[in-house]
């Protein structure tokens, strides 16, 4: 397949991954559709190619279309998405507003606590459950995701826990929960682990 431009003949097999994506998703809006599909439509961009893609997607549905989005990006249905289906294995899981997914984890806040390798003790998985507000408790490893409702009364008994217990901690984050703590928590996996 070739291109025209400017006098020039553009073969699409001589484009970088980036520019086919760039190409496809130009091609999927040529005709002005009431509705859109798109698959995968980041994959192989730049940061700013994909924030610019966003703002296009964001644009369209303000216009009153309708856009579909397969994506692995969780940020992305997130940021763009009205209605987000968490599929698994071929089957929807979960149906509903980003909003109402993260709700569903049992909790709006996260604490990340990475314990220091070294350290000769951790906490166990029942005294972290029982803290104040505390909805769930997920270990990988070293690293210990906590969901709670309330972190301001989580964490500091989190942190009277772990110097009773006499944790090395290697570091220590809170966060808002995600559509990415959603599907780990529905499927038990992150995506880089389906490969």
Not at 166 to 195: C, N
């Amino acid at each position: 397949m070739s291109l025209e431009r400017e006098g020039q003949t553009l073969y699409v097999d001589k484009l970088s991954g980036g520019q086919r994506q760039r190409l496809a998703v130009a091609t999927a809006l040529v005709g002005d559709p009431e509705l859109l599909f798109l698959d995968e439509p980041t994959t192989g961009l730049d940061p700013q190619s994909r924030r610019q893609l966003w703002d296009v997607i964001r644009s369209i549905k303000d216009r009153g279309r309708t856009v579909v989005i397969t994506t692995h990006y969780m940020d992305e249905a997130e940021r763009l998405c009205d209605r987000v289906a968490v599929i698994d294995h071929g089957k929807v899981i979960a149906l509903g507003t980003p909003a109402e997914l993260i709700a569903r984890v049992g909790g709006e806040h996260v604490i990340d606590l990475d314990i220091d390798p070294t350290s000769s003790t951790r906490p166990r998985t029942a005294e972290l459950s029982n803290l104040p507000t505390v909805n769930s408790v997920r270990e990988e490893g070293d690293h210990v995701t906590i969901t709670a409702s309330e972190p301001h009364r989580a964490l500091p008994a989190l942190l009277d826990l772990v110097r009773t217990v006499g944790v090395k901690i290697a570091g220590l984050t809170t966060r808002t929960a995600t559509l990415e703590d959603v599907f780990v928590t529905l499927t038990g996996r992150h995506l880089r682990d389906e490969s």
